[in-house]
């Protein structure tokens, strides 16, 4: 079926070193490719996305890249802070006659230490 | 403008009782979902609503879960009879509805359900 690998599962970095989480998915027909950041007590929240017909996208610390061939996508964000901390999952879907049928990955635990 | 809101956020049950779980949408979203997340595993969809029907449940483990969105505003899930393995954190989303393009999915706080 369907599924997205998430790796690492844990990530520990130092204060201003960057960081990177790497998934992969099985459908080629998903088109859609959203990060989510969940802080303790909280729900998901999407922090940057890309679509299948864009290679890369970055919005200030945060980058997102796209290999539609190797079917891999990647999560950077440079100059970590304490505040990065937090659990991220990343997320495949594709347009389908209604709605988005989203598949996550297991999550990443980033630890940015001060 | 309010958020996506779940009720309660914490349950406590015994094998073989009934829960009922809440989600009250952004207002104006007609699309609502809802996943599960077992501890330490990936966020599983279970179904999506548009507006009061069931557009996709193919997530839904079996018929011991009930899903339900009358009138299209908020969501129930119902699980009964609860069972060990029922234990994880729901969650709730919903987004507006654009059509032919991604649409971004807000998510609720969750509500973990523990059975006993």
């Known amino acids: 079926g369907e599924n997205v690998e998430q790796h690492p599962s844990t990530l520990s970095v130092q204060e201003g070193d960057s960081a990177v989480i790497k998934c992969t998915y099985s459908d080629s027909a998903s088109n859609y490719f959203p990060w989510y950041k969940q802080e303790l007590g909280k729900g998901p929240q999407l922090i940057i996305d890309i679509r299948s017909n864009v290679g890369e996208k970055k919005d200030q610390r945060i980058a997102v890249t796209l290999n539609k061939t190797a079917k891999h996508f990647?999560?950077?964000?440079?100059?970590?802070?304490?505040?990065?901390?937090?659990?991220?999952?990343?997320?495949?879907?594709?347009?389908?006659?209604?709605?988005?049928k989203t598949i996550f990955g297991a999550g990443t635990r980033l630890f940015v230490k001060a | 403008e309010a958020g996506v809101t779940q009720f309660?956020?914490?349950?406590?049950?015994?094998k073989g009782q009934t829960v009922t779980l809440r989600c009250d949408p952004i207002s104006g979203h007609d699309n609502l979902y809802w996943y599960r997340r077992v501890m330490g595993k990936e966020i599983k969809f279970l179904l999506h609503f548009v507006k009061e029907s069931k557009q996709d449940e193919s997530g839904m483990p079996n018929n011991r879960f009930l899903a339900e969105r009358?009138?299209?505003?908020?969501?129930?899930l119902k699980v009964q009879p609860a069972e060990l393995e029922d234990s994880g954190?729901?969650?709730?989303?919903?987004?507006q509805g654009l059509g032919g393009g991604a649409d971004t999915q807000y998510f609720g706080p969750g509500t973990r359900l523990t059975v006993l």
């Open chain 1, 74 to 100: 990647s999560l950077h964000i440079t100059e970590t802070q304490p505040e990065d901390s937090a659990v991220y999952f990343c997320a495949a879907s594709k347009t389908n006659t209604g709605g988005f």
């Open chain 2, 8 to 14: 309660p956020s914490h349950s406590v049950i015994e």
């Open chain 2, 89 to 95: 954190v729901y969650f709730c989303a919903s987004s």
């Open chain 2, 70 to 76: 009358t009138g299209g505003t908020y969501s129930t």
